[in-house]
C-alpha cells in the first residue's frame, strides 16, 4: 500500500516561498515517477511539475516556470516543491502523486495512481 502525506502549506504574502514535501511509504519510492498538482476552489485539478524517478529529468507547468522548482531525495522517499514568487493565482490545495513512467504523460492527470490527501496554500494579494 503507497500512501503519500504532503505538508508544507500555509498563509504567505504574494511575492514570498513555501517549500512543500511529500512523504512517501513504500519500498519501490525510488523508481516512481512523482507529480505535485493544485486544485483551486471551482476549478479542476491542474498539473504543476513531476520529476523522474532518478531526478534527472523535470516538467514544468508553463504558469510555474522559473518560480517552482521540484526536487525528491529517494533516500528520504520524498519530493519537494520549492514555491517562490507567490502570487494570490497560486493559491490551492495542491497535491503529491505517483505518476507514469513515461515523462511525455506526466502532466496527464489520470495517469497518476496514488495521491497524497493535500495541503493548502493560500497567498495573500
Known amino acids: 500500500q503507497v500512501q503519500l502525506v504532503e505538508s508544507g502549506g500555509g498563509l504567505v504574502q504574494a511575492g514570498g516561498s513555501l517549500r512543500l514535501s511529500c512523504a512517501a511509504s513504500g519500498r519501490t519510492f525510488g523508481s516512481w515517477t512523482m507529480g505535485w498538482f493544485r486544485q483551486a476552489p471551482g476549478k479542476e485539478r491542474q498539473f504543476v511539475s513531476a520529476i523522474r524517478w532518478s531526478g534527472t529529468s523535470t516538467v514544468y507547468a508553463d504558469f510555474v516556470k522559473g518560480r517552482f522548482t521540484i526536487s525528491r531525495d529517494n533516500a528520504k522517499n520524498e519530493v519537494y516543491l520549492q514555491m517562490n514568487s507567490l502570487t494570490h493565482e497560486d493559491t490551492a490545495v495542491y497535491y503529491c502523486?505517483?505518476?507514469?513512467?513515461?515523462?511525455?504523460?506526466?502532466?496527464?492527470?489520470?495517469?497518476?495512481?496514488?495521491w497524497g490527501q493535500g495541503t493548502q496554500v493560500t497567498v495573500s494579494s
Open positions: 502523486a505517483t505518476g507514469p513512467r513515461a515523462m511525455a504523460l506526466v502532466s496527464t492527470l489520470n495517469t497518476y495512481d496514488y
